[in-house]
């Protein structure tokens, strides 16, 4: 697998960052093992790939390039990764994997590989056998504001040294070391109220309207809707980029009726459907405010808890999980990892299971 990242049409050696400045550019570092135990110092490269100077100085620290800087040295978690999911064929796919990778489901080798990818990009060349709980914690602390995912990095490397062990790669597994980030609030993964949700739509200013509907439809985070506008739309759905994916391209189909209301909306070609009532472009964390002033003026809905835009996500799995769709198929139409689904599915599917259980005691009578 190359270790390179791209950058525009420019490919980037693995170890180098790009921090975005307030006024528009972006600079570059070299900070090879950042969060690592294994960090060294973060060097500045500029603001363009493009200038030969650029590349002189990765080459005088060290980066790896195409060649002898990809070479896979055993013992490394490279070879530990390339051992337990194979290398790639023509399609991105993983054929040639180890039987306790194959045993897994499409869906989940998806998901599997997401979580890989990060820990080789930070840990590919260094040796497994040397690590430790704190440099776990270390490689965990950058995902930590997203939780779910944060602890699902965890328990996929924790695969992956338990597959390691009896390969001779380490002798221990100190994921089992780790302790789980505790969700404290968990009304942030409940789906609203219908009846709030309906109270929104007929009370609602019109971009609140607009997000709320938007959120249900498409289940993205609020940053990402505020993005949304009449450029993409593309055929029977919406063709756009989630932000948290590093701005990864993805097609969700819609209904006929989704299509017809947000068709219905005015919008410019280029701008977003959802603007502030003075018709300027919002943030999400604007539009996060702008819900909570509504909802504040609302007597019904003030005093409801674990009212917010993460909501909206919730409901959108919500709903195809009430159409019998599985959790694998939501993650891949919502472009949403396996773990965030079940976790937003689980009061649904809880109260489905208490549903079928009454419904066998009337059968047999039990109670009676």
Request: proline fraction near 7%; charge should be positive.
């Amino acid at each position: 697998m190359p270790r390179r990242k791209r950058s525009g049409v420019v490919d980037l050696p693995a170890g180098v960052h790009a921090v975005p400045a307030s006024n528009g550019k972006i600079y570059y570092y070299w900070h090879p093992n950042r969060g690592t135990a294994y960090a060294g110092d973060r060097v500045s490269l500029g603001s363009d790939p493009k200038d030969p100077k650029f590349w002189q100085k990765l080459r005088e620290l060290g980066a790896p390039f195409d060649g002898g800087g990809d070479e896979i040295k055993p013992g490394t978690f490279a070879a530990l990764i390339i051992e337990y999911r194979g290398s790639p064929d023509e399609t991105g796919q993983y054929p040639n994997g180890s039987a306790e990778w194959n045993k897994n489901s499409r869906e989940t080798k998806s998901d599997y590989s997401l979580y890989l990818d990060r820990i080789r990009q930070t840990w590919g060349h260094l040796p497994v056998k040397a690590l430790s709980a704190p440099d776990i914690y270390a490689l965990r602390k950058p995902y930590e504001s997203t939780p779910v995912a944060a602890n699902h990095l965890v328990s996929v490397l924790r695969t992956l040294l338990g597959f390691g062990i009896p390969r001779k790669y380490i002798d221990r597994n100190p994921a089992l070391e780790v302790r789980a980030i505790e969700i404290t609030n968990q009304q942030n993964a409940r789906p609203w109220p219908e009846w709030a949700y309906k109270l929104t739509l007929e009370q609602a200013p019109e971009h609140i309207r607009r997000a709320a509907f938007l959120g249900r439809t498409t289940g993205q985070r609020r940053s990402d809707l505020v993005k949304l506008g009449r450029k993409h739309r593309d055929r029977d759905g919406l063709l756009f980029k989630v932000g948290k994916l590093r701005n990864k391209n993805h097609f969700l189909p819609l209904t006929a009726a989704e299509i017809a209301e947000i068709d219905s909306w005015s919008c410019s070609d280029t701008g977003p459907w959802i603007v502030s009532p003075a018709g300027k472009a919002m943030t999400g964390d604007h539009l996060g405010s702008s819900l909570d002033r509504f909802l504040a003026k609302v007597p019904q809905l003030a005093d409801l808890e674990g009212l917010s835009p993460h909501g909206w996500r919730a409901m959108a799995v919500c709903d195809r999980r009430l159409r019998g769709l599985k959790h694998q198929e939501i993650a891949a139409e919502l472009c949403m990892s396996l773990p965030m689904v079940m976790r937003y599915s689980k009061h649904v599917d809880q109260e489905a299971l208490a549903r079928r259980a009454r419904d066998k005691r009337e059968q047999k009578g039990v109670g009676l």
